[in-house]
């Protein structure tokens, strides 16, 4: 078992203690980490005993350990998987030579990129969700928002590990800057525009965790593939823990349209919203808008950033290996571009189109789960149907940003977006009737009315476990 050495300071497996210089510069960083997240992170709750997962070790089976701890005592820590013997790059121009164990000087600013971009994403959903404990539906929900919280911290501690051990004086300059930015502060915001976005009730945390943590899923897997292994292997672990984020937000909102379910077949002559739920087509205008705010994540449709990364063998395709050839060298994308108002269909050269290959991989994972939703409308006797919106739909970045589209993807002129994007995209009211109904629920197994009770508990604990003791 390649188990992790608790006996540091900084908890980690890449044998710190032998890097006296490294360890004093993480160390140096550390206090200024538990202040941001004292002053960033959840509100309120540093002093209460959460039922937490620390990771233990990296092997597969029995990585984790749970326990009852309080937030700021997590063993954040640096944790990579194993070695492999000698990895070699799997794609791009450097295919089939050994991976690189140091920076590649060519690709210095290239890669110091990718790391921070990364990197940022994780403190700043920390910070969009730090107010949610209060209005937390349960102690379950309470506690997962906290495990949450804690990984995405850690995943910080990854990236950060990776700059100052590798970057040297810039990129500890960058370490520093990850802790000074802050989610929607207009002056000094977070990198990415979704991660800007507040993140202030329930529904749309798990919106958020679904959707927004699925997208931090599609680009930890192609950086897992990187020629530079020092981060294939630190975000291979991370894909371990990020898992269940996106499990948090699938059955969250899965919950919610059962319980929903539930009180239009005990009141089928009244609006759900009259009973306290929330009703389905409310719910699916969260989907549209999260959706489509994350699809703006992967990037421009079109890109030279996306070719350089892929030709320089430092971002690949999510599971590489699958494909049948790794330089995508002659090869074409047919993808529908917008172009003076138009779909026109176009030919792109693969390299130059991998944001998009990444994309559609996503997309495809997406709607697994929103068919799962729909087997909760099924199961009921529902007759609904939610929907993942077309890429196109509401897009603020890339090809379609600008112009209108509804969720099938269908062009529209300005006035019939107008008069019609309500049907879509959550309005004041919508947001005003979910706040209303986010009160904090404290006793353990009982649930707010919203919401239905998960099928089982945290770690083959009972659902009215005390997750969090208040
Ligand atoms: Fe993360
Ligand atoms: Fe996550």
Not at 156 to 163: E, F, G, K, N
Not at 325 to 337: G, L, P, S, V
């Amino acid at each position: 078992m390649s188990k992790i050495d608790y006996s540091q300071k900084i908890p980690n497996n890449v044998d710190l203690k032998s890097d006296k210089r490294l360890q004093r510069a993480l160390e140096r960083w550390q206090p200024g980490y538990i202040e941001w997240w004292k002053e960033a992170g959840p509100t309120d709750f540093n002093e209460n005993d959460i039922y937490l997962r620390t990771a233990v070790s990296v092997e597969r089976d029995g990585w984790a350990h749970f326990e009852h701890v309080k937030m700021p005592d997590y063993r954040w820590g640096i944790f990579l998987t194993p070695h492999e013997k000698e990895a070699m790059i799997g794609f791009g121009d450097h295919l089939g030579e050994p991976a690189w164990q140091q920076v590649p000087g060519e690709y210095r600013n290239w890669l110091r990129r990718l790391i921070v971009t990364q990197a940022d994403t994780e403190p700043a959903s920390v910070e969009q969700q730090r107010l949610l404990g209060h209005t937390a539906p349960s102690l379950y929900d309470m506690r997962n928002l906290f495990q949450v919280n804690a990984e995405e911290g850690r995943h910080l501690w990854a990236m950060v590990y990776l700059l100052h051990s590798y970057f040297g004086k810039d990129g500890r300059e960058e370490a520093d800057e990850l802790l000074d930015r802050r989610s929607g502060n207009p002056d000094h915001p977070r990198i990415l525009s979704t991660f800007n976005e507040p993140c202030e009730d329930w529904l749309s945390f798990f919106c958020f965790t679904m959707f927004t943590d699925r997208d931090g899923k599609y680009q930890l897997l192609s950086l897992a593939e990187s020629g530079f292994d020092p981060l294939a292997r630190s975000c291979r672990f991370i894909l371990t823990e990020e898992a269940h984020h996106m499990f948090v937000g699938q059955t969250g909102i899965a919950r919610v349209i059962r319980r929903t379910c539930e009180i239009m077949n005990e009141h089928p002559d009244s609006c759900p919203s009259e009973h306290g739920v929330i009703p389905l087509e409310l719910i699916q205008r969260y989907v549209y808008f999260w959706a489509a705010s994350s699809l703006d994540l992967f990037g421009a449709e079109v890109s030279s950033n996306s070719a350089n990364f892929f030709a320089a063998g430092l971002k690949g395709r999510a599971e590489e290996p699958k494909y049948e050839e790794h330089t995508a060298n002659d090869q074409i994308f047919e993808m529908e571009r917008w172009k003076d108002d138009r779909l026109v269909r176009e030919e792109i050269p693969m390299r130059n189109a991998m944001n998009e290959v990444l994309r559609e991989a996503y997309i495809a994972d997406n709607v697994k789960g929103i068919e799962y939703w729909n087997r909760e409308c099924a199961k009921a006797g529902i007759d609904f149907t939610f929907r993942y919106p077309h890429r196109r739909f509401n897009r603020s970045l890339g090809e379609f940003a600008g112009s209108r589209f509804d969720p099938e993807g269908t062009p529209l002129d300005e006035a019939t977006w107008a008069e019609r994007n309500t049907e879509w995209l959550p309005s004041e009211d919508d947001k005003a009737f979910v706040k209303s109904l986010m009160q904090q629920v404290t006793e353990p197994g009982r649930f707010a009315a919203w919401i239905a009770p998960p099928a089982r508990g945290i770690n083959s604990q009972s659902v009215d476990f005390e997750y969090v003791k208040l």
